[in-house]
């Protein structure tokens, strides 16, 4: 942990800290799915080379625009879909409490 960079956001918690654990609480976690995003839209072609064949405009598009073209063409087909979710990781730093001048 002490490797690590600045987080987007650290909230000491606890009764020395002043913030007390109450404002914290019915969090929910978002996976943001991004079906065509830069990781994702650049897998489509060599995943699924019929489709995106099938939805290059004229042998001109991208992977992220070929997949684009996909989920628009049928949005339905993406009614159900599922993930395996392999793990979540929650890092904690320890409470360090400041030295006393």
């Known amino acids: 942990p002490l490797s690590w960079g600045t987080p987007y956001a650290f909230f000491a918690i606890g009764e020395e800290t002043g913030c007390s654990a ?13 079906f065509c995003g830069t990781v994702s839209g650049n897998r489509f072609a060599r995943e699924c080379p019929a489709l995106a ?21 049928d949005p339905e087909a993406l009614d159900e879909a599922y993930w395996k979710i392999r793990g979540v990781f929650v890092y904690e730093r320890e409470l360090r409490k400041p030295k006393k001048i």
């Open 22 to 34: 109450d404002h914290f609480k019915n969090m929910r976690i978002v996976f943001n799915l991004a």
């Open 53 to 73: 064949k099938k939805f290059n405009k004229e042998g001109i598009n991208g992977p992220v625009q070929t997949c684009n073209a996909y989920v628009e063409s």
